[in-house]
């Protein structure tokens, strides 16, 4: 039989599969050395065990469990059941990939009414009669789903009557609140179960069964963490952090996890257990101040901080417990982190010679990279404003909507296109759905490492938390601050940076490059294979992609140019010409237009390349559709509407995509790709003659057929070099090249090589094909697929690598056979997408191309597909 449970003597921190990330981590704090309490991690594989045959609880896992117990008792010199020497122990939740909060733990396991007043003798009764309540509330929420809030209402009922603090309470009257917990259990059905194994015994499968709950599932999906791989349990003797002014609890972060600057960054508080300071009850103290309180274990704290720090090389996540003096460490982990920390520490990290650089890469996942150009708030707007309420700056960002009170009305506004903010006295797990949806969250109460805050900084939404001013009613769905009420619906505008809340919208823009961003990037451009080009063709998005590193254009869509009003009048004009005088005059304001857009663009590239294509989409996309629309244009063309409507019916076709349109057009309609052309090298000649080298690079859209390529390429050759005679120009170099979007062009891609430059992979029009998709309908049932694990990702954004990924690696195979330097980029959506990005990696693409704002991002992603 394989080993069902390991102490913490026993495991590593490589057995992380199998202990979770926390059970792995106490066993190599206890390698290392720390004061850590004694304890058990029962593994992974007996939840899933568990969860697929609850036999297996008492056929297999019971035995070792009391073994394992046993085995604690004997360690700690402490009995978990006998009324000496108690030994009280904690049960907690530990997945292989963190998951704050989402599964359950509960503390001072071992308690029964005897027991509690043995307890008190060896400490006091207030602080062992607090132990045996959080038990017991802990216990009824966690085993048997009655909500910690009912219990909660117990106390303060009380608390009221006897007009006095639960800490104030005698024996008697701790005993009377006991009992009003028990009768609540006995409402509910159930009993608190005296016997400590039993307690264990229960707490550990409802562990396991929290693997599977709501808010869980959601947290895994959102993170991409695979459904399989279950939770281990830890059970730990316990420490009291609640035994009196000498002990306490906390949180601390080796460094600022908000900006990364290396200087713990933490709270904690006196006389408290650890749930405390999560949950955001009691506002917590700076751990600076524990130096004063406390200050040897304050000392032993920075000591062992900084041995963690060294033997894991990144900055840790440590929780902390003092019972009486005496410092233990529970839990340490990589602590989760802003984008800006990320970026700030692996680089001070790489600095100190923690890690190397090419670590430092590895690190920094893409995403947090999109996270660094996200909007901040508009600085002068700002300074016109001032702000109603300020709290703790909790997790970057500026973010504006209306105000909800609860995660089910934040995903109801959403469904209805509005962006919210959720704003709570404190958020828990179960708000999950809600937060993921809201454009920022904020509440009035809680610290820095509070649920909260914790769970935004991770998702990298905008969060202020411990804003005290607010007053917030949930069951109201008001606010208070000050003088102002607002309600449900009201828009407020948060800045997670500062802290502040503002009334109404502030306009938000895209903050300024980042120094630290620029200093990894250029780490991972040093070591990338992959080029890194841009998807732009207007002027401002070619200036953004240069800003944000590109090496070049890979695909400058020229449809786009011919949507402003004017163009589109001319377009439409040419489309629905009726002789060759009109025609000539269309395509002559048309190539005007057209050779003053490639000039700015080509002058804006400079001597980097830049992939014109011609135009690409069916020409009745061109054409108005409205009654209205058709009438005015009819007017502006002076002919009848009845007359332009005909002509807009005779173009439509059955299925777009599939028909008129790519080089299908440019053969049927050669004019307008010679217009293309003419004017691109109109604007290089004139630039040629100021100076610039330029090549420019023509690409032919939507090829399926060798003779398709020839013909479109010989009569461009032929307007190329009038051009050039026009001008009375030497001929310089420039290349004509197709894009690969269709099945067969795959399949004969060594025919074509013959007669392209250049290939560049269209994956939208290639996975559409392939998979007979239609790309813009994909969205009515990819959800479904999803749903029903018949696809895990949509094939638009995440490239489809056995399908469409064995297509484009064939068709690159038998190019190079063809000519073996051919130049071979990407520039269909998934160009940017990481996971995409290391399969064109393996395949030998040349470069990808994508969205300006994704090109840092894509940087990153190129260098660590080379050293994975
Ligand atoms: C493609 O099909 O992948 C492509 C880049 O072209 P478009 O998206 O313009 O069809
Ligand atoms: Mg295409």
């Not at 502040?500 to 823009?509: A, F, H, K, N, V």
């Amino acid at each position: 039989m394989e080993k069902l449970i390991y102490t913490f003597d026993e495991g590593r921190s490589g057995n992380k599969e199998l202990l979770g990330g926390k059970g792995a981590n106490l066993a190599e704090m206890t390698h290392l050395g720390l004061p850590v309490p004694e304890g058990f991690t029962i593994t992974t594989e007996c939840c899933m065990n568990y969860l697929a045959d609850a036999s297996f609880f008492e056929k297999q896992l019971k035995a070792e469990v009391l073994k394992a117990i046993q085995n604690l008792e004997s360690e700690t010199g402490k009995s978990f059941t006998s009324t000496e020497n108690i030994l009280l122990v904690s049960v907690r939740s530990g997945a292989v990939f963190s998951m704050p909060g989402m599964m359950d733990t509960i503390l001072n396991l071992g308690l029964n009414d005897h027991r509690v007043q043995d307890f008190a003798k060896l400490t006091n009764v207030n602080f062992a009669y607090d132990c045996y309540r959080r038990l017991l509330q802990m216990f009824g929420d966690v085993v048997y789903g009655i909500h910690k809030e009912q219990f909660n209402v117990l106390l303060h009922q009380m608390e009221k009557r006897l007009n006095k603090k639960v800490t104030d309470f005698n024996e008697a009257e701790h005993v009377e609140l006991i009992e009003s917990y028990k009768n609540l259990f006995s409402k509910n059905k159930v009993a608190f179960p005296q016997d400590p194994m039993e307690q264990l015994f229960e707490a550990t499968k409802a562990v396991f069964k929290s693997w599977n709950n709501q808010r869980a599932k959601v947290y895994r999906d959102l993170h991409n963490i695979p459904h399989h791989l279950g939770t281990a349990v830890n059970v730990q003797s316990m420490v009291f952090g609640n035994s009196g002014e000498e002990s306490g609890t906390g949180v601390v972060f080796t460094r600022n996890p908000s900006v990364g600057d290396n200087k713990l960054f933490g709270e904690f508080l006196i006389n408290a257990q650890g749930e405390d300071v999560v949950a955001g009850i009691r506002t917590p103290e700076p751990i600076e101040s524990l130096q004063t309180i406390l200050p040897e274990a304050y000392n032993d704290f920075i000591k062992h901080s900084h041995k963690l720090e060294q033997h894991y090389k990144d900055m840790q996540d440590i929780e902390f417990t003092i019972e009486n003096g005496k410092l233990y460490i529970l839990q340490t982990r990589n602590g989760k982190r802003t984008a800006k920390a990320t970026l700030k520490i692996v680089l001070d990290l790489a600095a100190e010679g923690l890690i190397s650089k090419e670590e430092a890469i590895m690190r920094v996942s893409p995403e947090v990279i999109d996270q660094l150009i996200h909007p901040v708030f508009d600085t002068e707007k700002l300074t016109a404003v001032d702000a109603f309420a300020t709290g703790l700056p909790a997790s970057p960002g500026a973010a504006t909507g209306s105000i909800v009170f609860t995660a089910d009305k934040a995903k109801e506004y959403t469904a209805l296109g509005k962006k919210v903010i959720l704003v709570r006295q404190e958020t828990s797990p179960e708000d999950i759905e809600g937060m993921v949806v809201s454009e920022a969250i904020v509440t009035s109460r809680g610290g820095m490492t509070s649920h909260a805050a914790v769970v935004a900084r991770g998702m990298g939404t905008c969060c202020v938390t411990g804003c005290e001013a607010l007053t917030v009613n949930e069951s109201a769905k008001t606010v208070l601050c000050g003088n102002h009420t607002l309600t449900e619906g009201d828009m407020i505008s948060v800045d997670g940076s500062t802290g502040s809340l503002y009334l109404g919208e502030i306009p938000t823009i895209v903050p300024e490059n980042d120094q630290s961003l620029q200093q990894l990037l250029t780490w991972a451009d040093e070591c990338a294979e992959l080029k890194v080009r841009a998807n732009a063709e207007t002027l401002q998005d070619l200036q953004t992609a240069i800003d944000f590193g590109a090496t070049g254009i890979g695909l400058a869509r020229t449809e786009h140019m011919f949507f402003g009003e004017e163009r589109v009048l001319e377009m439409r004009r040419l489309i629905l010409a009726k002789d060759e005088e009109e025609v000539q005059a269309a395509l002559n304001k048309l190539l005007s237009f057209q050779q003053e857009d490639f000039y700015q663009m080509l002058k804006t590239v400079q001597d980097k390349p830049m992939v014109i294509r011609l135009l690409d989409p069916p020409m009745h996309e061109f054409l108005p559709h409205d009654a209205n629309e058709i009438k005015s244009l009819a007017d502006q063309l002076n002919r009848y509407p009845s007359a332009v409507e005909k002509q807009i019916e005779k173009l439509q076709e059955t299925n777009p995509m599939l028909g008129h349109r790519g080089c299908r057009l440019g053969i049927t309609e050669p004019l307008i790709y010679q217009m293309q052309v003419k004017a691109i090298f109109n604007s290089a000649i004139q630039l040629a003659k100021e100076g610039l080298t330029i090549c420019p690079e023509i690409m032919v859209p939507l090829i399926s057929e060798k003779a398709e390529l020839d013909y479109v390429k010989s009569f461009l050759t032929e307007t190329i070099e009038a051009t050039f005679k026009e001008h009375q120009m030497e001929p310089f170099p420039y290349e004509i090249g197709t894009m690969i979007e269709l099945p067969r062009a795959c399949i004969i891609a060594d025919q074509l090589a013959e007669n392209a430059d250049f290939f560049s992979f269209g994956t939208n029009d290639l996975t559409q094909m392939t998979f007979g998709f239609s790309r813009d309908d994909i969205g009515k049932f990819i959800n479904t697929y999803k749903e029903k694990q018949i696809m895990q990702q949509d094939p638009f954004q995440v490239l489809d690598q056995s399908g469409v990924g064995e297509l484009i690696k064939l068709a690159v195979d038998k190019a190079r056979q063809t000519k073996e330097n051919m130049m071979i980029g990407i520039c269909g959506e998934v160009g940017g997408n990481t996971e995409s990005i290391a399969f064109f990696q393996q395949i030998g693409i040349d470069y990808v191309s994508c969205s300006p704002y994704r090109i840092p991002a894509a940087r990153l992603a190129v260098a660590q597909a080379v050293l994975k």
